[in-house]
């Protein structure tokens, strides 16, 4: 995996985090605080594991989606308390009107998805491996971006399909034999069962 989509992850995190305003209400100032140390728990487990983003990605998009969400539940969260607020001093309807539609429990999901923004950020840093670089290490992510069994039948049976009309002469080239030996060695059910890792 390249720096660039490391920081790429990382950068978006950030961002998310970022977007929320810092002087809002004190509800909207926690979120922030939240993904702000979302945002640097993913940062500092990047910097020790740099492969954990593709072997994190589902939790590391999910995290960006989250993030993503805050914002605009943000902007619902303070126009529901200005809502509260604007009745309790009894305003009159056209001014609580003029406020829109407004999700009045945004300020329960507001904190409910920041809260789960640390927790999904913790999740994504116990993953990361220090030992990232050594030889098992790499030798396992290796193994794991091999092709799966049905494409390598794919390959060796397009092989196949690529030399039948040069096999099916009496005398066929040797490429042509070679080709087609080579597509049983790939064939899965001639490989070797790999082992779990």
């Not at 954990?52 to 529901?80: I, K």
């Not at 670089?133 to 030798?139: F, G, H, K, S």
């Not at 049905?150 to 009496?170: G, K």
């Not at 060695?185 to 069962?193: E, L, N, V």
């Amino acid at each position: 995996m390249s720096t660039l989509i490391d920081d790429r992850a990382v950068q978006y995190i950030r961002r998310g985090a970022e977007r929320l305003p810092a002087d809002g209400p004190p509800i909207v100032g926690d979120a922030r605080q939240r993904a702000m140390d979302a945002a640097e728990t993913v940062a500092a487990a990047v910097a020790v594991d740099p492969t954990l983003p593709e072997h994190q990605r589902r939790n590391l998009d999910l995290l960006v989606e989250l993030m993503r969400q805050l914002t605009p539940l943000a902007r619902q969260a303070g126009l529901a308390l200005e809502r509260e607020r604007l009745v309790a001093a009894g305003a009159p309807a056209q001014e609580i009107a003029r406020l829109g539609l407004i999700n009045q429990i945004a300020p329960e999901e507001l904190d409910a998805l920041s809260l789960r923004c640390p927790a999904l950020a913790v999740e994504i840093a116990a993953a990361a491996m220090p030992d990232w670089n050594t030889p098992q290490r790499i030798r396992e992510r290796s193994e794991q971006r091999l092709p799966a069994d049905w494409e390598l039948q794919e390959i060796a049976d397009q092989l196949r399909r690529a030399v039948t009309a040069s096999l099916d002469l009496p005398y066929p080239a040797a490429e042509a034999v070679r080709l087609a030996a080579l597509a049983d060695q790939i064939s899965p059910t001639a490989c070797p069962p790999r082992e779990e890792t």
